[in-house]
């Protein structure tokens, strides 16, 4: 880990000057790590440049091994979690100490003493599904290789991901098996219904997609947890495999292994490439995909724009709109108040005409009643003078009317009832006289009081005339202003 640490203050912070052999591959991998992650996505970006620069130090650190196809997938999921020195570090110390990097020696000897192991340990814990395998011919290098040489990054979520790396920093390499077991025995029901075929695309696709969901993921983490694969059984495997490979050794000729050894490599290579194409096609559909996003995101924002600036001018024309109303609304204020004032005022006026006119007929009556009743006592008087007087009272009937027929009177006494005569009819001339103007004041006050009832219909008149004026002029008004909008909404 010491070499590790020195090797990332050279590299990391001065950058490797040498020129790594395997550049290209590296180049042609980083547009190939992670194409959807916001990090690693645009070609020659942060993310980018930091995990090319970490593989190209590690394929000059490590001569002997230098970079393989898939490094850049485990590079990566460190990033993600330190900076450049300490992912290359941990990068280092996951190769050496951990021992991933023996999986790539002797022509991938180890890795395939791994696979061996894998298959013995499907014999004892899932014997149903390796049987099946055995049946149709599937290999576990057929299926398992990136398992091992990426440690699942390069197609699992990358919640699944962290979680293994942290049970690897852990528990050491084996992890992998309890990962692997737990990811064959819960697919186990579906792979059983595949031929050679489907079992191969099974594991291309589906199994991946399944774990997605955090919960699936968390339940095959809980699930590899709770196997427990010891390193006796381990390290006993190990030594049959060996064993195996001895033997195989010692029967068959050299040509034969190396012919043997050389369809395993040209296996192994098609494998890769096959990989390598599925890896490929996931990127340009990533690019296809992240192209067509763009290109909608590019199309909602275009919408949107245009939306913003229709709703800036509307925004602009309801303001301007809000004022011209404002203003029209304090005018109408205004002369309302005006209006108001005015018809306050000839209100006040017209009470205090009404006012007047009742009182002036108050008193009207009141003389009215006190001259009739100064005409009744005097006719009172004048009725028990004439009952009292014989005379009198034989020239006047009850109503006080003058008798059509009088009677001759004895001639001793004609020139004293003349006198009486013209006497009494002095005073009904005068009595008449006071009634003839007691009438004629009763009239002068029915024409005052007609006189007044006429102003008072005027002034009625005109205070509704001036309430009439002043709702046409507001109604007007209303009816301009919504004239006005109308047309300018037109």
Avoid at 126 to 148: C, K, R, T
Avoid at 203 to 215: I, N, T
């Amino acid at each position: 880990m010491d070499d590790a640490k020195g090797c990332s203050v050279i590299t990391v912070k001065g950058y490797p000057r040498e020129e790594s052999p395997q550049d290209s591959a590296i180049t042609r991998d980083i547009n190939r790590t992670f194409p959807a992650h916001d990090y690693f996505k645009d070609t020659g970006g942060d993310g980018q440049d930091s995990l090319y620069k970490i593989c190209k130090a590690y394929s000059v650190y490590d001569e002997e091994i230098g970079y393989c196809q898939g490094q850049s997938f485990l590079a990566a999921v460190l990033l993600l979690h330190m900076p450049e020195e300490q992912a290359f570090s941990v990068l280092v110390k996951i190769m050496f100490d951990y021992g991933l990097r023996d999986l790539f020696k002797q022509n991938f000897e180890d890795l395939h003493c791994k696979f061996f192991q894998l298959e013995r340990l499907m014999q004892e814990y899932i014997p149903d599904l390796y049987n099946h395998f055995l049946n149709v011919g599937l290999e576990a290098h057929m299926y398992a290789s990136q398992w091992f040489l990426t440690l699942f990054t390069a197609k699992f979520p990358l919640y699944m991901v962290f979680h293994i790396i942290d049970l690897l920093l852990c528990e050491g390499i084996s992890v992998i098996f309890n990962v692997a077991l737990a990811l064959l025995k819960t697919s186990k029901d579906d792979l059983i219904q595949t031929d050679f075929e489907g079992a191969l695309k099974f594991f291309r696709v589906p199994v991946p997609k399944r774990y997605r969901s955090e919960e699936n993921a968390k339940k095959l983490m809980e699930l590899a947890c709770s196997m427990k694969i010891s390193q006796k059984k381990l390290k006993k495997f190990e030594k049959e495999y060996h064993t195996i490979r001895e033997q195989q050794e010692q029967q068959e000729a050299p040509i034969e292994r190396y012919e043997r050894e050389n369809r395993r490599l040209q296996e192994a290579n098609m494998r890769l490439e096959q990989e390598n194409d599925d890896l490929a096609h996931e990127l340009v559909s990533s690019k296809i995909a992240l192209r067509k996003d763009l290109d909608n995101a590019e199309e909602k924002a275009d919408a949107l724009n245009k939306e913003l600036l229709l709703t800036k001018q509307k925004l602009v024309d309801s303001e301007d709109e809000k004022r011209r109303l404002e203003e029209e609304s304090a005018q109408l204020k205004e002369m309302c108040r005006r209006e108001l004032d005015k018809s306050e005022s000839e209100i006040k006026k017209n009470g205090s005409i009404i006012g007047e006119y009742k009182q002036i007929c108050s008193q009207l009556s009141e003389r009215l009643e006190k001259q009739q009743t100064a005409n009744r006592g005097e006719l009172e008087k004048i009725r028990s003078k004439v009952e009292g007087c014989e005379k009198c009272s034989s020239l006047f009937n009850k109503e006080g009317r003058v008798r059509a027929t009088v009677t001759t009177a004895p001639a001793g006494g004609t020139e004293e009832t003349d006198e009486e005569k013209e006497g009494l009819k002095n005073q009904l001339r005068e009595m008449e006289l006071e009634l003839a103007q007691t009438k004629l004041q009763l009239v002068e006050a029915e024409c005052k009081i007609q006189d007044l009832e006429h102003h008072l219909g005027l002034a009625l008149n005109e205070v509704q005339a001036a309430k009439k004026t002043w709702f046409n002029r507001t109604l007007s008004s209303i009816k301009t202003v919504t004239g006005t909008q109308g047309k300018e909404t037109t």
